[in-house]
């Protein structure tokens, strides 16, 4: 399998389906990505009374007068959801989405997606850990974002003791909305790879830095998925649009990461027949000597 691009969603649809389509089009058809990836909450089972009525802690990137508010806002429900992944079949690009919660992936399990993905922030959800093992049989994607290396390990081990830890991919992850480069640590794909590559499916690369250089760096580090956050526009209400791509910047990602891959590969033959050409009128070769000279 070739290097896959996931254009993350989130939530930067603003709760509108009309903008969440032109999204998974643009992804698919501009940019020419492999997957669109959503997400999908139950609220009330996430976040506490006092969690769902406290304002939102940045009003200016508001959907409701409350958090919870605003968080319903930004939600889609199952039925949607379906209707979402069948946008996505129509333009020939797979959908995902991650899931927060045991409601949120019994949900999404039940739609069959050929993948779904685990937050930082849940990724020790035991319980919701155990029904996508249990309950669903596509690839399971889980971030490492604000884990410890014990807590990666008990990861994997809960895969592992449940036989799934080969449909399991891992996400070298820094959480931070955006990310500075210093803060990125590209060689933790190394260090996932040398703890973990023999016991997972594969490892992946989640970034929420700026422009795309790092992920052509993860591609060479051996990354088999790079995800980023998509918008169209970074300048909407929202907090993750300022720390995503918009469509120009992942179109350019999807094309970098193509030809580099290309490029990640020893020569067929020592001279290669573009080369040749060069060589018979350009190469510097000693006369042989006479055998008088001699």
Request: proline share 3%; net charge negative; with cysteine.
């Amino acid at each position: 399998m070739g290097i896959r691009v996931i254009a993350e969603v989130g939530c930067n649809h603003k709760g509108d389906m009309q903008i969440a389509k032109d999204m998974i089009r643009t992804a698919a058809v501009y940019a020419r990505a492999d997957v669109v990836k959503f997400q999908k909450r139950k609220n009330r089972e996430l976040l506490t009374d006092e969690q769902y009525r406290t304002p939102h802690p940045n009003p200016a990137n508001a959907y409701g007068d409350t958090y919870g508010a605003h968080r319903e806002f930004l939600e889609f429900d199952v039925a949607q959801h379906a209707e979402l992944m069948a946008e996505c079949a129509l333009n020939g690009i797979g959908y995902s989405t991650s899931v927060w919660d045991v409601t949120s992936a019994v949900e999404m399990a039940s739609l069959k997606p050929a993948l779904l993905k685990i937050p930082s922030a849940c990724n020790l959800h035991f319980e919701m850990l155990d029904v996508l093992a249990r309950d669903y049989a596509g690839e399971i994607h889980c971030s490492l974002g604000m884990t410890t290396q014990d807590e990666e390990a008990q990861i994997v081990d809960f895969f592992e003791a449940r036989g799934r830890a080969k449909d399991v991919v891992l996400y070298a992850c820094t959480s931070g909305y955006p990310v500075a480069f210093d803060d990125i640590c590209l060689l933790e794909i190394t260090r996932l790879k040398d703890r973990f590559g023999d016991r997972v499916k594969s490892i992946a690369f989640s970034g929420h830095h700026l422009g795309i250089a790092a992920d052509v760096a993860a591609l060479a580090l051996g990354a088999q998925w790079v995800e980023r956050h998509f918008t169209l526009d970074r300048t909407w209400k929202g907090t993750d649009h300022a720390a995503s791509l918009e469509p120009d910047g992942l179109r350019r990602l999807v094309r970098d990461l193509r030809a580099v891959e290309g490029s990640l590969k020893y020569k067929a033959s020592e001279i290669l027949p573009v080369e040749q050409v060069q060589r018979d009128k350009l190469k510097w070769r000693a006369k042989p000597k006479s055998v008088a000279a001699a």
